[in-house]
């Protein structure tokens, strides 16, 4: 499959998750409170409306861009810009208005499902055919980099190490979100953390062919599309992590993993991903 259909599919699936979080938890966490406050019947029945219409148009989106690789060039390419076009203009106005109410742009953080959006889709039209190249080798190589740390600082927690917070309790609401008192997940836990991420790693290795691996290459590329998953999902809830875990409101750990650990898994199956198909 070539790159430009890839990230076709790529932005498709990611227009369906924004409908499903839309869908679910945003009429579970904004609609009806909305509709819980004493409105008018109309303005109940418009808004409702409204937000379920936004449901239907993330979906429709979703499954044009999981079409359009089976279509003329032309026509597919038309869905991408449209799709694109679409996800920027919700990304500018989530970041502009949470900017606007809050002063920052995390009170509001659906940009983060957007931005990828626009991006793959705008990309998509233009990359055509993908072969071996230096980028592929420099995408792997960071994050192996990037894992082998995540890796190092897990294994330092299961040796009884709190960098990088001050003590234990510190640390747990740093990176668990855990309040105060609740011991850090078992050292057993950690080191199978550690030894997962390390083989990531080697994963993505062994993806570019600097290590020999005792598989066809249609596996690691199958695990490498797992770990993109994998990362994609980590990076992305942890924008909205606070639904289902609201004891972490106002910890630390919803600060990094806002400003943070989110990114960096996003990072993650950035570069993951163009190991794989450059």
Do not use: K
Not at 23 to 30: D, F, N, P, Q
Not at 89 to 105: E, I, K, M, N, T
């Amino acid at each position: 499959m070539v790159l430009s259909n890839v990230l076709l599919v790529a932005a498709g699936l990611l227009a369906l998750l924004t409908a499903a979080i839309h869908g679910v938890l945003g009429t579970r966490e904004i609609l009806r409170p909305v509709l819980a406050a004493p409105l008018g019947a109309v303005v109940r029945g418009t808004t409702e409306t409204a937000w379920h219409l936004m449901t239907w148009h993330f979906a429709v989106l979703g499954v044009g861009l999981l079409v359009a690789p089976l279509l003329p060039v032309d026509a597919a390419a038309a869905i991408a810009v449209l799709t694109g076009a679409s996800a920027l203009g919700y990304a500018v106005a989530f970041l502009a208005f949470g900017w606007w109410r809050f002063r920052d742009p995390w009170h509001m953080p659906q940009w983060v499902l957007f931005v990828p959006m626009a991006v793959t889709s705008f990309a998509a039209p233009w990359m055509g055919d993908a072969g071996p190249s230096v980028w592929g080798d420099l995408a792997a190589a960071i994050a192996i980099v990037v894992l082998i740390v995540i890796a190092g600082l897990h294994a330092g927690w299961a040796l009884g190490s709190t960098f990088p917070a001050r003590d234990r309790d510190a640390l747990v609401r740093t990176v668990v979100g855990a309040p105060i008192g609740q011991p850090m997940p078992g050292r057993v836990a950690t080191w199978v953390v550690a030894i997962g991420l390390v083989g990531m790693a080697g994963w993505t290795a062994a993806l570019r062919g600097w290590i020999d691996a005792p598989m066809p290459d249609a596996w690691l590329r199958v695990g490498a599309l797992a770990m993109v998953a994998i990362f994609t999902l980590r990076g992305i809830g942890g924008f909205f992590e606070v639904v289902l875990r609201p004891s972490i409101r106002d910890t630390p750990y919803m600060h990094w993993s806002r400003r943070l650990y989110s990114p960096i898994a996003l990072g993650l199956a950035t570069t993951i991903a163009c190991a794989m198909l450059a």
